[in-house]
């Protein structure tokens, strides 16, 4: 066994992002559970490459079976940290500072949570505030450690702080250990330059600084966590001497995220060609050309054949990082949207080889829904919402390309309608012009080959349903589900008092929301509500949560303990007239899912899924968070899926627990 985790650890620290998924997937660090070795290997790695919330995922399983491994735990502090969850993070790692002797590394890593708390303070006292925290703790970690990592985040939040002399003469302090620390160096110097470049920069010397943060790129290519950290504090400096913070972009790049969408190679049957076969070499040349210019990083998009694949295939030759999404079930969407024409076979094997390849494959729904295009369309803003999150980890940016005729498509879900959608957020995307790429060749549409995309299968799939589609319709909304915690406490003559003061007072709040929310149902001490707006769905959640924490309900006579546990997901559902209840209600799939978060949703708290913080984050939701909690076991053995913590953006009237 002690051989075995050997070799996997010198394969997991030479691995590519690609080989670290792999390795994870294939549950490997399970087999050699007779250590955390392996685990926080794994962890180190990923979250180097920036994927911070795999790198949870992969240290929260060691933690099941090692609860006290101090690394393990700064691990999950820095995940968190890095995923945008400044608040657990910071949790985390006060617990882990109170221990004896607390290492460079937990400090380090706390001071990082209050310079990002300082870095969204809502207010110039609170940034200060926590900026003093980060210095503080940033210096402490300093004096018991010696380590230049420390010292160089210590000098920069003295700078920030308008400690200037000492901000100097740390960054000069630092600047001699690296600077020794690289004649004897023979491995990984990543961090000595990073810290060089800073110290330069705090010095008040660019050229300096550019020739060290120069080095620090070559030395953590493909590190994009690594990056984006020194990045950060280089902006930080950099808008503190009133420089240009877009000045480090130059160095320490960060590729962008694009995010994708464009027309299928046609269906045998289409009127009017868009996309022959014949087409296939120009699209990935133009593609290919795009690419060029845009030099991603980071790519999403789904995989029907024509567009979608030659994307990925063109991205993973460029060594990007790719993530798919699925509208539904593999199976399905392989049959509707893969093995299409005489070409099928191929564009089946493509298919197999780019899903094999991709860092990750999501299924939006485990069937599509059998009216109109909505699975595909919320495919579509399932994807603008991954990418946006990536970006906000990554701080980079979001690029939207699609391959479009630049004509009106057929409804949701096809080109038109997502480049549409696109614009309408404020995107600005670029575009792969097949008409141009139609009237700049002569037709060769073959006599077999008439033609298809996407919109032309949705409307085959309504056309094949039309009994169904005559009452109903479909739609995507959002789906809050919660559960009064302590009703089952209640005495009979309580229960009265429960419907007037505890319903009641929801039922107050609803007003405020009455435009969005578009159905409604209680049971015993259950809630349920459909909303047409995401983000509006997210704020009654919270300001129900509040309600439920905050109301003195032993003043009216109840139990102190009531509380709410709520869930919320968004996702496609049917739309119809309920015969028995004679009022307009919404069913499928995705209300079922929604139903599953709530019992495993602490008491007092919002709970959602990765297609409710996906849709919130495309639709810019701006009074709200979801941060990451991890892989989830779901209620009634539904499965595991991601799950987010909803919470606001609160003004903090004072800095969080320093000890």
Known sequence: MAEKIDQLLKRTESADLSELMSIWRSRLPEEGSGSPALFRCLGER????????????????????????????????LALARSGATDRANAILED????????????????????????????????????RQAAE??????????????????????????QTAQASEL???????????????????????????????????????????????????????????????????????????????????????????????DRPGRDTPRFPNEFEPLVAKEIRQKLDKLEPGFGFSSAAC?????????????????????????????????????????????FDSVVARAARVIT????????????????????????????????????????????PGDGPGGAASVVQDWRSLGHKPEIVDLAK???????????????????????????????????????????????????????????????????????QLMQKFSNSIIANNTWGDGLYFVFSEIDLAGEFALQLAEL?????????????????????????????DDPITRRRNYSGTHVSRAARIEPITPPGQVYASEAFAALAAAGGAKNFTCDYVGQTPMAKGYGTLPTYHVRSFVSRTSPLRSG
């Open 437 to 507: 790429i139609s009237d700049d060749r002569p037709r060769l549409r073959r006599p077999d080959e008439p033609a298809a995309t996407l919109s032309d299968l949705r409307n085959q799939s309504s056309h094949h349903h039309t009994s169904a589609s005559e009452n109903f319709r479909s739609r995507i909304v959002a789906i809050l589900f919660a559960d009064a915690v302590g009703f089952s406490k209640l005495s009979e003559p309580e229960v009265p008092r429960f419907v007037q003061h505890f319903f009641g007072a929801i039922a």
């Open 306 to 350: 024509g567009s979608d694949i030659l994307f990925l295939e063109a991205m993973l030759e460029r060594g990007a990082e790719v993530s798919i999404v699925l509208p539904y079930n593999e199976e399905e969407f392989i049959r509707d949207s893969v093995e299409i024409g005489s070409d099928s076979r191929k564009w089946r094997v493509r």
């Open 96 to 131: 882990l500072r109170h221990e004896p002797q607390p290492a460079e590394e937990t400090l380090g890593m706390l001071g990082r949570t209050y310079k990002d708390l300082a870095i969204a303070a809502a207010t110039p006292d609170q940034r200060a505030q926590f900026l």
């Open 548 to 576: 439920a924490a905050k109301t003195d309900w032993p003043g009216k006579g109840l139990r102190a303990e009531l509380n709410l546990r709520i869930a919320l997901h968004a996702g496609p559902v049917y739309e119809f």
């Open 137 to 162: 703790t940033y210096a402490e970690a300093y004096r018991t450690s010696g380590g230049y990592w420390s010292g160089i985040n210590a000098a920069t939040m003295n700078l920030l702080v308008g």
């Open 46 to 77: 990923i979250l180097a490459h920036g994927e911070p919330l795999l790198a949870y995922d992969v240290v929260t399983a060691g933690l099941a079976t090692w609860p006290r491994d101090t690394r393990l735990r700064q691990l999950q502090g």
């Open 171 to 265: 960054a000069q302090k630092v600047r001699k250990q690296c600077l020794k620390e690289l004649k004897n160096r023979t491995g990984d110097s990543y961090w000595e330059f990073a810290a060089l470049g800073e110290a330069a920069l705090i010095l008040h010397d660019l050229s300096q600084a550019a020739e060290w943060y120069s080095r620090a790129a070559n030395e953590g290519r493909n590190r994009f966590g690594d990056l984006q950290s020194s990045r950060r504090n280089a902006r930080l400096v950099l808008q503190h001497r009133n420089e240009d913070p877009d000045w480090i972009d130059s160095y320490l790049r960060i590729p962008g995220v694009i995010v994708f969408a464009g027309h299928m190679i």
């Open 364 to 407: 939006a729904s485990n069937q599509r829904l059998e009216i109109g295009g909505i699975s595909y369309e919320f495919c579509n803003q399932l994807l603008l919402g991954l990418a946006t999150i990536r970006c906000r980890q990554l701080e980079s940016r979001l690029i939207p390309l699609a391959v479009w005729n630049q004509q």
